[in-house]
């Protein structure tokens, strides 16, 4: 049984460009969610997909956006990216919306 | 959400028990006590949860306090591979969102 995974692993974009994440959660998972985590902080939660429906949502604008698809898989966008925006982007998949969660290793983003 | 109080760090010597703290004092009845640690350059990974009683698993022993306003995450022996940011959260499995709230958590550091 895979567990989650993410790609890319590094991505460098430039300040007012579009980025795409993607995870593929582990298999029998309904539940996505994503976090941003700046570095020395802990992850804060952006949104959660629960059977391809948005779940919740934190503190994050708009231009932060997500899909969840049929097979469950995921992406994150990010539109017109801020300096602020680098941080690591963790994927986590559970079998429900109360089940333990099984996270990714993270995309490293960098915006310069 | 109910938050929750941990030290920044804690460092231990290879081969001895350590005690992480804690302190949750507005934890709500149906609040589940829950502990991920993260390791170097890793998503967070699930140790241990709990509600009222204490709990073992191949990991760790969490010992929750008869009022349930603090917890203890215990390891019978550090290794080398257990130095990493342990955070403790609160979670409702009941609630509509199954999204975890995590703080800075504890740093700890294994000498050998």
């Known amino acids: 049984e895979t567990g989650v995974t993410q790609s890319p692993t590094h991505l460098i974009k430039t300040r007012g460009q579009q980025v795409t994440l993607r995870c593929s959660s582990q298999?029998?998972?309904?539940?996505v969610s994503w976090y941003q985590q700046a570095l020395g902080q802990g992850p804060q939660f952006i949104f959660q997909y629960y059977r391809e429906e948005e779940n919740g949502r934190g503190n994050f604008p708009p231009r932060f956006s997500g899909l969840q698809f049929p097979n469950y898989s995921s992406e994150l966008n990010v539109n017109a990216l801020e300096l602020d925006d680098s941080a690591l982007y963790l994927c986590a998949s559970s079998p429900g919306l109360a089940g333990e969660v099984f996270f990714g290793p993270g995309t490293r983003l960098t915006v310069t | 959400d109910a938050k929750t109080t941990q030290p920044n760090s804690m460092e231990s010597n290879e081969e001895e028990p350590v005690h992480l703290p804690c302190n949750h004092s507005t934890i709500s009845g149906t609040d589940y006590i829950h502990w991920y640690r993260q390791l170097p350059s890793q998503g967070p990974e699930y140790v241990i949860h709990?509600?009222?009683s204490n709990v073992n698993n191949r990991m760790a022993s969490l010992a929750i306090a008869e009022d349930r306003k603090s917890s203890t995450l215990i390891l019978h022996r550090a290794t080398l591979r257990d130095a990493a940011v342990y955070y403790c959260?609160?979670?409702?499995?009941?609630?509509?969102?199954?999204?975890?709230?995590f703080g800075k958590g504890t740093k700890l550091s294994v000498k050998p």
């Open positions: 709990g509600l009222t």
């Open positions: 959260i609160l979670r409702d499995p009941g609630g509509s969102q199954g999204n975890l709230i």
């Open positions: 298999s029998g998972h309904n539940t």
